[in-house]
T-cell receptor, first 113, second 111 residues
Framework: EAQVTQNPRYLITVTGKKLTVTCSQN?????MSWYRQDPGLGLRQIYY???????DKGDVPEGYKVSRKEKRNFPLILESPSPNQTSLYFC????????????FGPGTRLTVT | DAKTTQPPSMDCAEGRAANLPCNHS???????VYWYRQIHSQGPQYIIH???NNETNEMASLIITEDRKSSTLILPHATLRDTAVYYC????????????FGPGTSLSVIP
């Protein structure tokens, strides 16, 4: 089944404790991206990647890192999480760059205390 | 800067057609109109997209005005499972820039 998976789905952590949210797709898609969703602010893009070893900042990249060492994986790294990074995070992929039929993962709800 | 304007909320009776409008008056010639929906806290789901012509698939129809400054997503027979936030997005097909999801329209399908 074609899908985007994220892990963990739920995470509660403390300020400053490094964490990684994994994202994997099995569709051989070139383009992957990360979004965060907050009440009243909608979906905002954090980082995106057009292909292996090619990443770029989206709207709200501060406090996040990403890497794209393999085509299928696009982990989101929070080196020193802060409470303002409490949010619902979505990973997405598409065959090519842009909004063309993006496939979204199920989401990761992160709480930083 | 959002490129689209949508009403914040709409209601629709179950079984009736839901018509969701979107204004995109600054759309450029190579930009497509895409529609996604998000059912409560799940990942957004692609619905349909179009450039100039009207489009239809198993989920919905997309009607784009001749001047391309606005469009309407039509769910022909709305069900309770269509209750969701619907996002209208304009983007080139190979846009490498940030993809902008505005606040969307919260559609409530009422029994």
């Amino acid at each position: 089944e074609a899908q985007v998976t994220q892990n963990p789905r739920y995470l509660i952590t403390v300020t400053g404790k490094k964490l990684t949210v994994t994202c994997s797709q099995n569709m051989n898609h070139e383009y992957m991206s990360w979004y965060r969703q907050d009440p009243g602010l909608g979906l905002r893009q954090i980082y995106y990647s057009m292909n292996v070893e090619v990443t770029d900042k989206g709207d709200v990249p501060e406090g996040y890192k990403v890497s794209r060492k393999e085509k299928r994986n696009f982990p989101l790294i929070l080196e020193s999480p802060s409470p303002n990074q409490t949010s619902l995070y979505f990973c997405a992929s598409s065959l090519e760059a842009g909004a063309y039929e993006q496939y979204f993962g199920p989401g990761t709800r992160l709480t930083v205390t | 800067d959002a490129k689209t304007t949508q009403p914040p909320s709409m209601d629709c009776a179950e079984g009736r057609a839901a018509n969701l409008p979107c204004n995109h008056s600054t759309i450029s010639g190579n930009e497509y109109v895409y529609w996604y929906r998000q059912i409560h806290s799940q990942g957004p789901q692609y619905i349909i997209h179009g450039l100039k012509n009207n489009e239809t698939n198993e989920m919905a129809s997309l009607i784009i005005t001749e001047d391309r400054k606005s469009s309407t997503l039509i769910l022909p027979h709305a069900t309770l499972r269509d209750t969701a936030v619907y996002y209208c997005i304009v983007s080139t097909k190979t846009s490498y820039d940030k993809v902008i999801f505005g606040p969307g329209t919260s559609l409530s399908v009422i029994p």
